[in-house]
């Protein structure tokens, strides 16, 4: 499987990014993909996962009412809407697939994108 994320930049506090992650090659509708964000000198962490089959999804305390999570089955694409972003959003954001049960825990996915910057200035 490989994962090709898209869609950051650069954007004022208060204002709005969509990510994209295109999944090619074994993919398959058992999947959970999820995104991840990463600041310097700060730990991975959880931000969105969609269960790939049914369109469950979860979301961190941080981000939950503002960040939304959605997929596009024709396309094998997951996005993140990011609406009312905050400085503290800034990080690299990765997205992951795993064939399993929808973990908030990145070192259970298998499969990794390799990142997209967000800046949020203040």
């Known amino acids: 499987v490989q994962l090709q994320a898209s869609g950051g930049g650069l954007v004022q506090a208060g204002g709005s990014l969509r990510l994209s992650c295109a999944a090619s090659?074994?993919?398959?509708?058992?999947?959970?993909m999820g995104w991840f964000r990463q600041a310097p000198g700060k730990e991975r962490e959880f931000v969105a996962l969609i269960v790939w089959s049914g369109g469950v999804t979860k979301y961190a305390d941080s981000v939950k009412g503002r960040f939304t999570i959605s997929r596009d089955n024709a396309k094998n694409t997951v996005s993140l809407q990011m609406n009312s972003l905050k400085p503290e959003d800034s990080a690299v954001y990765y997205c992951?697939?795993?064939?399993?049960?929808?973990?908030?825990?990145?070192?259970?996915?298998?499969?990794w994108g390799q990142g997209t910057q967000v800046t949020v200035s203040s």
């Open positions: 992951a697939t795993r064939y399993g049960s929808a973990t908030r825990y990145g070192s259970l996915y298998n499969y």
């Open positions: 090659g074994r993919f398959l509708s058992s999947a959970v």
